[in-house]
């Protein structure tokens, strides 16, 4: 942009002396000097302009986007990505959302049955829809055959990451969810969320200069709110001013109904059970807790565990972990200003070949392979899950010792 703006100033120049010899080299100096004011007035006015504006263009001028989520999307993923969708049909672009892993979580299956999101699984870089992908809630493209080519356009999360776009990038990691962006994004280009009770009336009723705004509907706006809602627990953990302000900016659309069928979904029974499980089997020291919940099918149990062990009187920081196919599931919760969950789930897996761990600092997760855990001599294949000392090198990770 700043070359562009430099040679727009050289060319505005030029052409002011070489349009303009008759009228001496004062006033044509002043006449460049003016030129240049402009120049730079045109780029300060593009730097400063609203995110959602900036993204405009990058959407429009193309026909259709794939639309990438992380590989197993949670409510704000698959929120970002139908309000993303949203965005990109007031510019004529057509736009597909895709994943390439399991909408297993309850929470996410719940929210995928009752909105409905057009999405669709993939497992291979050529199933992606469209030659042109939008990353939304991570920034680099992973979990399928192929992930390592993809390119993407425009990159728009809140999660740390070195990936960027090519054309846009907005990485926020002091917002609670991506969800607030998007949110942000749809109030930059004047977008109105429409209350349940306004779907089918004519718009301009509605709002104000009609012709110049997009109403956004009451399935996009709930999808967007709870989305806020489950990545910052309610508004009660990693949220920012930013976040408050979004679901300010949503409450007008939202359909209650909707919302609550969502936030209070049947529970699983062996939810239920590996909670129980963590809960009998935690091993506590000093304020952490750390709990081997053995063997599993939900995977997705284990996070929801995790966020009832850190509820308990005098917790500050917990992790659970479980086995299932021959893999350790590690998540784990921290409201402890000394540990920084991500990084150490990271530090737990630093030098373990195909492990993989993240996050922020109030939440993360990890991924183990069990014959990486087995001890010295150890027959892994019978291995039931990981040994003892496993518990012990979190514990280290979670004082700062490793």
């Known amino acids: 942009m700043v070359s562009f703006v430099n040679s727009l100033v050289r060319a505005v120049i030029e052409s002011t002396y070489s349009y303009l010899p008759d009228l001496g080299p004062f006033v044509a100096t002043i006449l460049g000097l003016v030129a240049v004011a402009v120049s730079l007035w045109l780029f300060v006015n593009w730097f400063y302009r609203p995110m959602g504006e900036r993204l405009k263009p990058v959407l429009e ?126 109030q930059d280009i004047g977008a109105i969320p429409i209350h349940p009770d ?65 936030a209070n979904p049947e529970v699983d029974t062996e939810v239920l059970d590996i909670k129980a499980r963590a809960i009998s089997n935690r091993d506590e020291r000093a304020s952490f807790i750390v709990s081997d919940v053995g063997g599993i099918n939900n995977t997705d149990a284990i996070s929801q565990a995790a966020d009832e062990l850190i509820l308990l009187e005098g917790v500050t920081a917990a992790v659970v972990y479980g086995s299932c196919n021959g893999m350790t599931l590690v998540s784990g919760r921290s409201r402890d200003d000394r540990v920084h969950m991500g990084e150490a789930l990271e530090a737990v897996a630093a030098g373990m070949s195909e492990a993989s761990a993240g996050g922020h600092s109030r939440m993360g997760g990890a991924r183990f392979p069990l014959p990486e855990l087995a001890t010295d001599g150890g027959n892994s294949e019978s291995l039931q899950g990981p040994p003892p000392e496993f518990a012990d090198k979190i514990f280290s990770a979670l004082e700062g010792d490793i």
């Open 61 to 186: 001028t193309r026909d259709e986007i794939a639309i990438l989520t992380h590989p197993n999307p949670d409510p704000d993923a698959m929120a970002s990505a139908m309000g993303l969708a949203h965005i990109a049909s007031t510019v004529g672009t057509d736009a597909t959302i895709q994943y390439p892993g399991q909408i297993r979580h309850q929470e996410n299956r719940v929210f995928r049955n009752i909105l409905n999101p057009d999405i669709e699984q993939i497992s291979r870089v050529d199933e992606i829809a469209a030659d042109d992908v939008v990353l939304v809630d991570h920034n680099t493209a992973r979990g399928f055959e192929g992930s390592e080519k993809i390119m993407p356009i425009a990159v728009i999360d809140h999660h740390p990451g070195n990936g960027t776009g090519l054309d846009f990038t907005d990485k926020r990691t002091n917002y609670g969810s991506c969800a607030s962006i998007v949110a942000e994004y749809l």
């Open 198 to 262: 306004e779907v089918g009336e004519d718009t301009e009723n509605v709002i104000d200069d009609a012709v110049d705004t997009a109403v956004v509907q009451p399935n996009i706006v709930t999808g967007l709110m709870y989305g806020i809602h489950s990545d910052t627990n309610r508004l009660t953990s990693g949220f920012t001013a930013a976040d408050f302000d979004a679901a300010s900016y949503l409450c007008r659309g939202v359909d209650e109904t909707l919302l609550n069928r969502i």
